[in-house]
């Protein structure tokens, strides 16, 4: 079965600086999604971004893009110029390539950002 | 687009009641829908993948007969806590997919408390 690691249960970053949060994940398939959502304190879950497995570049999406390293099985987000909005928690998630099928999701960070 | 609703946001029911929680997909047709359920701080927990017009498939451990989950159109499903008890009060999440992609689009939640 599919898994995914969030080994940082909370971050803090201060006001536009930047930061990285990790995500590994355990799969024997070739072809799958990887995703980050946020979900700020109204709990409303917001892709942030995502990664198809067989594509080579990082995403990136304005201030957010990660760093992709499949055969090391990583899935790391950065985001650049925080900002006191992007205090959510941020979930890593993981889907096989067939059209609906499920989400697995990490445990989530918790960012915090200091003014 | 790409937007989900939930109704209600929140309830509170008294113990041994039943309750119901609508999930819509506003501007798209949603061929699979998910349930999931939070409790705070943590991840989702996946329940139940629900197709239209098809028996739910709910994961290992969740009561099929307890959370009755049906996706009469391609807009819309339903999930019914039967015989609430305190202990199932959480926050409880829908997901829809379109057809054909694989991001997952959320509700905003609904909260339910059991008295």
């Known amino acids: 079965a599919q898994t995914v690691t969030q080994s940082q249960p909370e971050m803090s970053v201060q006001e536009a600086e930047t930061v990285t949060l990790s995500c590994t994940y355990d799969?024997?398939?070739?072809?799958?999604?990887l995703f980050w959502y946020k979900q700020p304190p109204s709990r409303q879950m917001i892709l942030v971004i995502r990664q198809e497995a067989y594509k080579q570049q990082n995403a990136t999406e304005n201030r957010f893009s990660v760093n992709f390293q499949k055969a090391a099985k990583s899935f790391s987000l950065k985001i650049s110029d925080s900002q006191l909005g992007d205090a959510a928690m941020y979930f890593c998630a993981y889907s096989r390539s067939e059209y609906g099928n499920k989400l697995v999701f990490g445990a989530g960070t918790i960012l915090r950002v200091k003014s | 687009g790409a937007v989900v609703s939930q109704h209600p946001s929140r309830v509170i029911c008294k113990s041994g009641t039943s309750v119901k929680i609508e999930c819509r997909s506003l501007d798209f047709q949603a061929t699979t829908m998910f349930w999931y359920r939070q409790f705070p701080k943590q991840s989702l927990m996946l329940m139940a993948t629900?197709?239209?017009?098809?028996?739910?498939?709910?994961e290992q451990g969740v009561e099929k007969d307890k959370f009755l989950i049906n996706h009469a159109s391609l807009t819309l499903s339903t999930l019914t806590v039967t015989s609430a008890h305190p202990e199932d009060s959480s926050f409880y999440i829908c997901s829809a997919r379109r057809p054909y992609h694989y991001e997952q689009y959320f509700g905003p939640g609904t909260r339910l408390t059991v008295t």
């Open positions: 799969t024997s398939e070739s072809d799958y999604y």
């Open positions: 629900s197709n239209e017009g098809s028996k739910a498939t709910y």
